[in-house]
């Protein structure tokens, strides 16, 4: 602000009119010079965005897909250590879901091994695809004898090339 009436008092004291005197404004062709830089601006800013909006939900599905493989590591290893029974065919992995977040009777105490179902935030959803030990490695469809490992049911690619259901 200083520098400003300064430059109006030196204007005045010579006598002549200032660009930036009582005339001072934006003219059309600058206001279209501006308005197009924030348009590029705009149009670069957008794929960036989109790409990082990905990045996020891809976080956030490995993220969920951690979360429950521990989940199923822990419920795996209390079972071998005795903790608590288990079917033959079972192979020490829990039955479903369900069994992590309603837990199991360890020694008159119930064990937890999960909160909740993570939501797929690819999918939008709770519903996982499964897979039983004794299921095929490339397997689609879950066999029902136990949970041996969890993926997204997205068939989405992600932003390395592959699919979302291979995590």
């Given at each position: 602000?200083?520098?400003?009436?300064?430059?109006?008092?030196?204007?005045?004291?010579?006598?002549?009119?200032?660009?930036?005197?009582?005339?001072?404004?934006?003219?059309?062709?600058?206001?279209?010079?501006?308005?197009?830089?924030?348009?590029?601006?705009?149009?670069?800013?957008?794929?960036?965005?989109?790409?990082?909006?990905?990045?996020?939900?891809?976080?956030?599905l490995r993220a969920a897909l951690w979360e429950m493989r521990s989940a199923i590591d822990h419920y795996k290893d209390a079972a071998e250590r005795g903790a608590f029974q288990t079917k033959v065919d079972s192979?020490?992995?829990?039955?479903?879901?369900?069994?992590?977040?309603?837990?199991?009777?360890?020694?008159?105490?119930?064990?937890?091994?999960?909160?909740?179902?993570?939501?797929?935030?690819?999918?939008?959803?709770?519903?996982?695809?499964?897979?039983?030990?004794?299921?095929?490695?490339?397997?689609?469809?879950?066999?029902?004898?136990?949970?041996?490992?969890?993926?997204?049911?997205?068939?989405?690619?992600?932003?390395?090339?592959?699919?979302?259901?291979?995590?």
């Amino acid at each position: 602000m200083i520098l400003w009436t300064k430059i109006r008092e030196a204007a005045r004291q010579r006598g002549t009119r200032s660009a930036l005197g009582s005339e001072a404004g934006v003219t059309l062709v600058e206001l279209v010079v501006v308005v197009s830089i924030i348009a590029i601006l705009a149009t670069a800013a957008v794929p960036v965005t989109r790409w990082q909006v990905k990045r996020t939900k891809e976080r956030e599905l490995r993220a969920a897909l951690w979360e429950m493989r521990s989940a199923i590591d822990h419920y795996k290893d209390a079972a071998e250590r005795g903790a608590f029974q288990t079917k033959v065919d079972s192979f020490n992995y829990p039955p479903d879901l369900e069994t992590l977040i309603n837990g199991v009777d360890v020694k008159d105490k119930k064990v937890r091994f999960l909160r909740r179902i993570p939501i797929d935030p690819m999918t939008k959803g709770t519903e996982w695809q499964l897979r039983a030990m004794q299921d095929d490695a490339d397997s689609t469809s879950w066999g029902g004898q136990n949970v041996f490992d969890v993926h997204s049911k997205s068939q989405g690619t992600a932003l390395d090339g592959t699919k979302y259901s291979e995590w």
